[in-house]
């Protein structure tokens, strides 16, 4: 964790230096220009300009480290009061420099400043705030994280866990104690194949929380922040983001009216099949898809309509083998290989590595299919969980 919050920091000086350098340069062209290319004229421009720039370079590092980089239109938002607020910073420095006294005329100067002689310096900061910045903070951020690791962000169950939302199947009895026992079981089993578990902030009044999966999608060293198809879920992104921010990740989001559940997201490769069902919309699909093009994933979109999620209906071996209960399969032939196995509880199957899988004990018939393709299966009792429609991956996200 200390790690990746130094990196932010060193992302938030090195893309403030970028920003204020921007600024610099852009304000003294063009004020030379003004000047015909003057050089005589520099050594009065250079005090003015860099009193701006050096305001605008901690200006810019602080609203960096507060977050300004996470959302793009909070940038844009930034860029232009950082831009503003250093330029009047600079100027008032200046007149200090200068012993100007701030009467009502002076600071009529710094109010007209802004439409004339500091115009290009706090417009040049505006552009390159949200451009400049953003790239820089976001390369330098992404770097540095082990090249191969295995997490597991898990989130315990709410208190409130028998209020959870179905949508296909009749509502049961759900026991809170038995299912807090499975959880602990569930999480076991994921440290005993090698992988760290991290616990998300707990959130005891949402209560499908412990189905942490929906709230993002790891693609490397970057994270997709979803924004879940129910409103009552949609307060869960706030913890999943902390978490994935201590882990170094990069974080990116769904954006409204995008909708986005994690559990409709399945990668086979450099492949992304996405359900489009009842959580996650043609927007939100169309906006994953731009954000996971520059990383190397094609997203396919697969059409949900029996189940859930589409992980809910299929997900897939090490192999790449596509496997799923075709009664709750819209359309098997999209995938490019496809198993059926012969219970719905059998469909999910959690990647521990190349050899070995997590699948749920509800589904004995499936695990023997499985181990009978040579792969080692660990089995867990999720039977609480699965009758709020969930499954073994949608307990954790796994970061690789």
């Known amino acids: 964790m200390t790690s990746s919050w130094a990196r932010r920091l060193v992302a938030s000086l090195v893309s403030a230096v970028a920003v204020a350098a921007i600024g610099l340069v852009a304000a003294t062209l063009v004020l030379l220009i003004a000047n015909q290319l003057n050089s005589a004229v520099l050594g009065s421009i250079t005090p003015y300009v860099a009193w701006n720039a050096l305001a605008a370079f901690v200006l810019a590092a602080i609203a960096a480290l507060l977050g300004a980089y996470d959302r793009r239109w909070i940038a844009v938002v930034a860029g232009i009061l950082v831009g503003l607020i250093s330029a009047a910073i600079g100027t008032l420095v200046l007149f200090s420099t200068l012993n100007v006294t701030l009467t009502g005329q002076a600071w009529g100067q710094i109010a007209s400043s802004f439409i004339g002689i500091n115009l290009p310096f706090w417009l040049a900061v505006a552009i390159a705030f949200p451009t400049a910045g953003y790239a820089v903070f ?6 540095g994280a082990p090249a191969s690791r295995k997490i597991a962000l898990v989130r315990i169950p709410a208190g409130n866990l028998s209020e959870g939302l179905i949508t296909h199947i009749e509502r049961e009895a759900v026991d809170s104690e038995l299912a807090d026992k499975q959880w602990d079981d569930y999480v076991a089993a994921l440290s005993a194949a090698g992988w760290q578990t991290v616990e998300v902030a707990s959130a005891d009044q949402l209560a499908d929380s412990v189905f942490v999966e929906d709230t993002a999608v790891v693609f490397g060293d970057t994270a997709v922040i979803s924004r879940p198809g129910a409103d009552s879920r949609k307060p869960e992104i706030a913890g999943t983001e902390a978490a994935l921010r201590a882990q170094g990740l990069r974080l990116l989001r769904i954006e409204e009216p995008g909708t986005l559940d994690g559990g409709d997201v399945l990668k086979v490769g450099d492949t992304v099949y996405v359900g489009r069902g009842g959580r996650t919309n043609a927007e939100g699909i169309r906006q994953l898809r731009a954000l996971v093009a520059p990383l190397g994933y094609t997203v396919v979109a697969v059409p949900v309509t029996k189940a859930l999620h589409l992980k809910t209906a299929v997900t897939a071996l090490p192999d790449g083998t596509v496997i799923g209960y075709e009664p709750i399969v819209d359309d098997p032939r999209i995938f490019g290989r496809f198993l059926p196995v012969p219970e719905a509880h ?19 018939g499936s695990v023997a299919l499985v181990e009978d393709l040579g792969y080692t299966v660990i089995q867990v009792d999720i039977s609480e969980f699965e009758k709020l429609e969930g499954c073994v991956t949608c307990l954790s996200i796994r970061i690789r």
């Open 346 to 364: 059998g469909t999910a199957v959690v990647v521990l590595d190349d050899e070995t899988v997590l699948m749920s004990s509800s589904a004995p």
């Open 138 to 143: 976001g390369a330098i951020e992404s770097q």
